[in-house]
């Protein structure tokens, strides 16, 4: 994508922000500073767009979509007078439709913006920071501050013998040219119970493999519903193992790991490995320039979005925390505008909402039981304990887990401020009237909703349904631990 602005006229005016990363962060940051009329280098590696649109959120709700079809004509025999069939049968010509729905959003949400601000200057190519600007491609530009967007990437597990196995992840996966008769799924988080159960219902052969179980940042019982679904629709489930080694031979993958003491193998054709993200700060000058990470590689910012150098923040995937897409482009947003305007606004992750888009879906608002004990909401029954809940509505949660909204989803087309997963501009909202606001609609400090949503329309007269008592809607109160059936 050629600069809308030559590298010679930023060069000689420079600018007033460059943003390193051209994702949904990197766009809401550009937009953002653009309409605050700066002057803005918006700098992208790789594919404009990054994550979601490209590799992320878009084609693997695509696929998930197009396996509930499938799943949902198998199972129209649960009604009497009904029987379905669906099968896969050119699985190619799937990728294909999910590719040119990719280019379609990429197109739309991201590259038709650009020539919409004129302020923004989209370059191409690596960049790194360099004294007090950046080098891009070799060229140095000057910018009076930097916000860093640079995103994740596919993690690698730490188990013997990953090196020599042809793993898949989870943009791999989305991009095979055929269908594997057999699939060890390597980690349970999100993204590889999205995608196990798409395999699943693909016709694939699956095998669900976790340390810590399904799901594990969210609610137990939540988590345990969802492996019940799993292991109902065919999915082998293995969890609370140690990994030994894995080895590849000319059949497939074998896993080998351990239970109470005994060693397992689990063997498949293929393997996918959806262990976590890797932050993409190497090679960005971070050291050099006094950046502080955390022992993951994640950039460390406060609650400002500002790294340990004056004048430089970092939003999104990068920062290791809230992964989703409408966070990254909230924090990015945040970012952009106390960089321009003096560090004012708060970055407030206390109410997230987030979602698993498995089937039943697993939405959640807020903090689990566990993370609101591990915050010290275990007994705001004490008067005192719920000032101290309000006290600190605005403090942010890293460790709040969970799953994102699609991003692209929507009733109405929003205004072009909004584009690129921005999100609504609520950063004005006082703590009182947040409060308020969070108080009318039931979403309280300190609690957490979930719902198995999706599950609770099936339990209804669907008797047939196994497991059906593990699904259920549940309000969690970190208040005194009990659980009420809503
Ligand atoms: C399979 C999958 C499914 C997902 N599903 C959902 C979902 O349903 N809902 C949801 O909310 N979230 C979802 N996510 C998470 C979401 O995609 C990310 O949180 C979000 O895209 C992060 O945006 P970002 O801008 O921080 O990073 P990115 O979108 O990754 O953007 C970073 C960009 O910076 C570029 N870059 C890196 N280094 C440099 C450099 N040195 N110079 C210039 N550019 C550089 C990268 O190439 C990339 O283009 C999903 C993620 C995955 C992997």
Same mark, same amino acid.
């Given at each position: 994508?050629?600069?809308?602005?030559?590298?010679?006229?930023?060069? =000689?005016?420079?600018?007033?922000?460059?943003?390193?990363?051209?994702?949904?962060?990197?766009?809401?940051?550009?937009?953002?500073?653009?309409?605050?009329?700066?002057?803005?280098?918006?700098?992208?590696?790789?594919?404009?767009?990054?994550?979601?649109?490209?590799?992320?959120?878009?084609?693997?709700?695509?696929?998930?979509?197009?396996?509930?079809?499938?799943?949902?004509?198998?199972?129209?025999?649960?009604?009497?007078?009904?029987?379905?069939?669906?099968?896969?049968?050119?699985?190619?010509?799937?990728?294909?439709?999910?590719?040119?729905?990719?280019?379609?959003?990429?197109?739309?949400?991201?590259?038709?913006?650009?020539?919409?601000?004129?302020?923004?200057?989209?370059?191409?190519?690596?960049?790194? %920071?360099?004294?007090?600007?950046?080098?891009?491609?070799?060229?140095?530009?000057?910018?009076?501050?930097?916000?860093?967007?640079?995103?994740?990437?596919?993690?690698?597990?730490?188990?013997?013998?990953?090196?020599?196995?042809?793993?898949?992840?989870?943009?791999?996966?989305?991009?095979?040219?055929? +269908?594997?008769?057999?699939? +060890?799924?390597?980690?349970?988080?999100?993204?590889?119970?999205? +995608?196990?159960?798409?395999?699943?219902?693909?016709?694939?052969?699956?095998?669900?493999?976790?340390?810590?179980?399904? +799901?594990?940042?969210? =609610?137990?019982?939540?988590?345990?519903?969802?492996?019940?679904?799993?292991?109902?629709?065919?999915?082998?489930?293995?969890?609370?193992?140690?990994?030994?080694?894995? =080895?590849?031979?000319?059949?497939?993958?074998?896993?080998?790991?351990?239970?109470?003491?005994?060693?397992?193998?689990?063997?498949?054709? #293929?393997?996918?490995?959806?262990?976590?993200?890797?932050?993409?700060?190497?090679?960005?000058?971070?050291?050099?320039?006094?950046?502080?990470?955390?022992?993951?590689?994640?950039?460390?910012?406060?609650?400002?979005?500002?790294?340990?150098?004056?004048?430089?923040?970092?939003?999104?995937?990068?920062?290791?925390?809230?992964?989703?897409?409408?966070?990254?482009?909230?924090?990015?947003?945040?970012?952009?505008?106390?960089?321009?305007?003096?560090?004012?606004?708060?970055?407030?992750?206390?109410?997230?909402?987030?979602?698993?888009?498995?089937?039943?879906?697993?939405?959640?608002?807020?903090?689990?039981?566990?993370?609101?004990?591990?915050?010290?909401?275990?007994?705001?029954?004490?008067?005192?304990?719920?000032?101290?809940?309000?006290?600190?509505?605005?403090?942010?949660?890293?460790?709040?887990?969970?799953?994102?909204?699609?991003?692209?989803?929507?009733?109405?087309?929003?205004?072009?401020?909004?584009?690129?997963?921005?999100?609504?501009?609520?950063?004005?909202?006082?703590?009182?009237?947040?409060?308020?606001?969070?108080?009318?609609?039931?979403?309280?400090?300190?609690?957490?909703?979930?719902?198995? %949503?999706?599950?609770?329309?099936? %339990?209804?007269?669907?008797?047939?349904?196994?497991?059906? =008592?593990?699904?259920?809607?549940?309000?969690?109160?970190?208040?005194?631990? #009990?659980?009420?059936?809503?």
């Amino acid at each position: 994508m050629a600069a809308h602005r030559t590298m010679d006229a930023g060069r =000689e005016r420079g600018y007033d922000i460059a943003v390193i990363g051209a994702g949904s962060a990197g766009f809401s940051a550009a937009i953002t500073a653009a309409e605050h009329g700066a002057r803005v280098a918006l700098i992208g590696h790789g594919t404009i767009g990054g994550t979601c649109v490209n590799v992320g959120c878009v084609p693997s709700k695509t696929m998930i979509r197009a396996a509930g079809a499938l799943h949902g004509a198998r199972a129209a025999s649960r009604f009497p007078g009904l029987a379905g069939q669906a099968q896969v049968t050119a699985w190619r010509e799937l990728v294909a439709a999910k590719d040119a729905l990719v280019a379609s959003l990429r197109q739309k949400k991201y590259v038709d913006l650009l020539p919409g601000y004129d302020g923004i200057t989209y370059l191409q190519g690596r960049a790194r %920071l360099d004294g007090p600007g950046v080098l891009v491609n070799g060229d140095a530009l000057h910018a009076d501050r930097i916000i860093i967007t640079t995103g994740a990437r596919a993690a690698r597990p730490d188990i013997v013998g990953i090196e020599s196995v042809a793993a898949l992840d989870s943009t791999s996966a989305l991009e095979l040219t055929g +269908l594997p008769g057999s699939l +060890l799924v390597i980690g349970a988080g999100y993204i590889g119970c999205e +995608l196990a159960q798409m395999f699943a219902r693909m016709g694939v052969q699956v095998t669900l493999v976790s340390r810590r179980g399904v +799901l594990p940042e969210a =609610e137990p019982e939540i988590a345990a519903a969802l492996s019940g679904y799993f292991t109902d629709e065919g999915i082998r489930v293995v969890c609370g193992i140690a990994y030994r080694r894995i =080895e590849q031979d000319g059949s497939g993958v074998t896993l080998a790991v351990e239970r109470d003491g005994h060693e397992e193998r689990l063997v498949a054709e #293929r393997v996918l490995v959806a262990t976590g993200r890797t932050p993409n700060t190497e090679d960005l000058g971070l050291d050099e320039a006094g950046i502080a990470r955390d022992p993951s590689g994640a950039i460390e910012v406060d609650d400002r979005m500002r790294t340990t150098r004056p004048g430089v923040y970092a939003a999104g995937d990068v920062t290791g925390r809230d992964q989703f897409v409408y966070m990254a482009a909230h924090g990015a947003k945040l970012a952009a505008r106390n960089a321009l305007n003096g560090d004012r606004l708060v970055y407030d992750n206390a109410a997230m909402p987030a979602v698993v888009f498995t089937d039943p879906q697993v939405a959640s608002v807020g903090l689990t039981q566990a993370q609101a004990g591990r915050a010290r909401y275990a007994r705001p029954d004490q008067a005192h304990r719920r000032r101290a809940l309000a006290a600190t509505a605005r403090r942010a949660h890293p460790g709040a887990g969970g799953r994102g909204q699609h991003p692209e989803r929507g009733a109405r087309d929003p205004p072009r401020h909004e584009r690129a997963g921005s999100g609504r501009d609520d950063l004005s909202v006082s703590d009182h009237r947040r409060r308020a606001e969070a108080r009318r609609s039931g979403i309280r400090q300190g609690h957490r909703e979930l719902v198995v %949503l999706r599950g609770l329309s099936r %339990l209804r007269g669907l008797s047939r349904l196994p497991g059906r =008592e593990r699904c259920a809607r549940y309000r969690l109160t970190a208040h005194d631990g #009990r659980r009420q059936r809503v």
